[in-house]
């Protein structure tokens, strides 16, 4: 059980709205099914999904990013209400948002961490929703606590973003230090870090962060051969990084996509992956991979353009949610 102070609140029902039946059919959407939870102490009795929303910006802010993405959560559940349901049989639950009080960002990933611990103890498939990209320190180091007392078990991290967040932590976590703080963890208590990212664009990452990258033996693929074109290579290499590790975790960064589709975050750039490109390697991850939790970072809805980025997110999570 969670026990330091209550971060965790109860979403507005209002967010979960939508069409209601079309006429005579007899139609279901996300906002039907969606059940809301009081607190995290639920044991699955059947295959079930649990939404967990990070509202945090500090990690942001800390980064010298555009705040903005404590929305980011609410944002993703009011596209995603609107969504209709196919081939889904597992429960579908909403957690609720985590949020950050007094610029705690260390508290708020702890808190996390325990959030993602306790749904994977009680069966539960973890759909985190950012929120800052801090959000998967948290999300992550629950998961892996979870397999750690099942017993052993390498967890590799897939990545997509234009981004490597392997900033040093100089003195405080943020946004652009999260897999160095998870490296950091790992690293402490012997285990090791294994890491993929996909879409790492130049313009975005200085020379110096590369360099860290080589160091700490980062696999990685530029935008530039993210492309559907190149589809088998990106194939073969995520088949040698599966072959590595016993589960994945999947974490998205919407600046990974192109700005055409996904204005709404931080750091937007032009470059980025096409939507179909994502939806591909997804679908080869599960198939090929035990995934076993996974996070949507960086949504900022103050720069959303009629909900381009939201409903890209909202997409991703039903997606996801399908796959698992
Ligand atoms: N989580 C975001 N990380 C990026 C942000 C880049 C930017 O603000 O331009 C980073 O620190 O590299
Ligand atoms: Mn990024
Ligand atoms: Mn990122």
């Given at each position: 059980m969670i026990e330091t102070k209550e971060l965790l609140h109860k979403v507005s029902a209002a967010l979960w709205q939508g069409r209601e039946n079309d006429g005579s059919l007899d139609c279901e959407y996300w906002h039907h099914r969606i059940r809301l939870q009081e607190n995290l102490a639920l044991e699955s009795v059947s295959p079930s999904i649990g939404l967990l929303g990070y509202a945090v910006d500090e990690g942001v802010r800390r980064n010298q990013g555009r705040e903005g993405a404590i929305n980011g959560p609410d944002a993703i559940r009011n596209r995603l209400a609107k969504i209709p349901i196919h081939n889904q049989e597992k429960d579908l639950l909403d957690f609720g948002n985590i949020c950050c009080e007094d610029r705690d960002l260390e508290t708020a990933q702890a808190y996390l961490r325990k959030a993602t611990h306790q749904l994977k103890t009680n069966g539960i498939f973890p759909i985190v929703l950012g929120?800052?990209?801090?959000?998967t320190y948290g999300s992550y180091m629950g998961v892996r606590d979870y397999i750690k007392s099942k017993g052993e078990g390498k967890i590799g991290i897939l990545n997509f973003d234009a981004?490597?967040?392997?900033?040093?932590?100089v003195d405080k976590p943020t946004s652009g230090t999260v897999f160095n703080q998870i490296y950091y963890d790992l690293r402490k208590e012997g285990e090791e870090f294994e890491y993929f990212v996909l879409g790492i664009q130049e313009q975005g990452n200085s020379k110096a962060l590369f360099d860290v990258a080589k160091d700490l033996g980062t696999d990685f693929m530029t935008n530039f051969e993210c492309e559907l074109s190149n589809i088998s290579k990106v194939q073969n290499r995520l088949k040698q990084f599966i072959n590595k590790i016993d589960y994945l975790y999947i974490t998205i960064d919407l600046d990974g996509f192109s700005s055409a589709y996904a204005p709404g975050v931080s750091a937007p750039s032009p470059l980025g992956f096409e939507p179909k490109f994502v939806w591909i390697v997804l679908d080869f991850v599960a198939k090929n991979a035990e995934v076993v939790g996974c996070d949507i970072a960086e949504l900022n809805p103050k720069f959303d353009i009629d909900n381009h980025t939201a409903s890209l997110a909202a997409r991703l999570v039903d997606f996801l949610a399908i796959q698992k």
């Open positions: 929120g800052g990209h801090d959000i981004h490597f967040d392997l900033r040093p932590m």
